[in-house]
């Protein structure tokens, strides 16, 4: 058996029934502005697909596996546990049997391959609206470059930081299942302090032994309000906040770039998590102090988000007027989301 299980699950097929349903909103990115978006997804923390989000990215007409290797051949990436050339990993990714297959997931493609950073630019309705920016190079860790074969992917998991997310596909399809906040997937269990989580060593293996599951308790919970989708070329998926999701990828060579952002709309609740769930902070190495250098920041320059929090939690005006800086009243004061 121990032999037998990775064999079986690198060579399955992928069942047509795991990628058939299609139940995530659908809007064209080109007519859809971004006070609609926020009103009609982010606000509602509702998934959706933003179809021709990325369609206009340099990215969509140069990045192949072919070009990408002529440029950044001898570049290290992050794959997995390690770090490769990537015309090592594209090696690797040509011949693997892996059930677990390794891609690419590198958060320093900026500073090892900028001339990417030309390719792509953030799709309309998140540009320019993330707030951790305002802390410049002190942010944590926010965006990441993914090259990953058919099969390989992402497991269940939440994304970092109480942010939301974006993922716009340039080369290949990508297939989602997402869960609301609360409704963790069968077949993975979550630390109580949610920094490790349980579940089958691959994405394959999950689907054999508990998709079925999941729809059919998404059948019987209506409140699960499990997402379904499969994202092509050109298009741009929205994650909300505090969503469950997995992603495999159904083509080889499927290219994308991902950010995380916090945005005014979930600001009090990203800075609730900072304060309250410090151990779990992650993509700084200062974690410790991440909620006090974010507040600095906000108070320095959006003292109205500050402001916006201090009245929700002090409508009697019986509160410190100190907010976002040391002591007690740094600690209080969130408006919920």
């Known amino acids: 058996d121990v032999l037998h299980r990775p064999f079986f699950f690198a060579t399955v097929e992928l069942s047509a029934s795991w ?39 340099p990215a969509m007409r140069s990045w192949s596996r072919e070009s990408l290797i002529e440029r950044y051949g001898d570049v ?9 050339p990537l015309r090592e990993w594209c090696a690797y990714a040509e011949c693997n049997m892996d059930d677990v297959p390794m891609f690419v997931f590198d958060r320093h493609f900026g500073e090892r ?42 497991k269940w998991h939440l994304d970092p930081n109480k942010t939301c997310a974006w993922n716009g596909v340039i080369r290949g399809r990508k297939r989602w299942l997402m869960l609301p906040p609360g409704c963790a997937p069968p077949g ?44 092509g070329p050109g298009d741009v998926v929205f994650i909300p906040c505090g969503w469950w999701h997995c992603v495999i990828n159904l083509d080889d060579d499927t290219l994308a ?30 974690k410790g102090s991440l909620a006090e250098r974010f507040d600095e920041a906000l108070a320095q320059h959006r003292p109205d988000l500050l402001a916006e929090s201090h009245d929700a939690a002090c409508p009697d005006g019986g509160c410190s007027s100190r907010v976002g800086g040391q002591g007690e009243a740094a600690a209080v004061g969130f408006k919920p989301s």
């Not at 290290?76 to 490769?84: A, D, I, S, T």
Request: hydrophobic share 35%.
């Open 19 to 57: 990628l058939s349903r299609h139940s995530i909103a659908r809007r064209d990115a080109r007519k859809l502005s971004v006070e609609e978006f926020i009103r009609d997804f982010e606000r509602k923390s509702t998934p959706v697909l933003l179809e021709g989000g990325c369609g206009d990215w």
């Open 76 to 84: 290290m990436f992050q794959c997995g546990p390690c770090e490769l």
């Open 113 to 154: 391959a900028p001339g990417l950073l030309a390719d792509y630019e953030v799709p309309e309705v998140f540009r320019g609206r993330d707030l951790f920016d305002l802390l410049g190079k002190q942010r944590p860790a926010f965006r990441w470059v993914l090259m990953g074969n058919k099969r390989s992917g992402s």
């Open 188 to 231: 993975v269990q979550a630390s109580k302090d949610g920094t490790e989580v349980t579940q089958p060593i691959s994405l394959v293996e999950w689907y054999c032994g508990f998709y079925e599951e999941l729809r059919s308790c998404a059948a019987r919970n209506p409140s699960w309000e499990l997402k379904e989708v499969t994202c």
């Open 257 to 286: 770039v991902t950010q995380n952002y916090c945005s005014e709309t979930h600001v009090h609740s990203v800075r609730r998590f900072l304060r309250e769930k410090r151990e779990a902070v992650s993509g700084t190495a200062s």
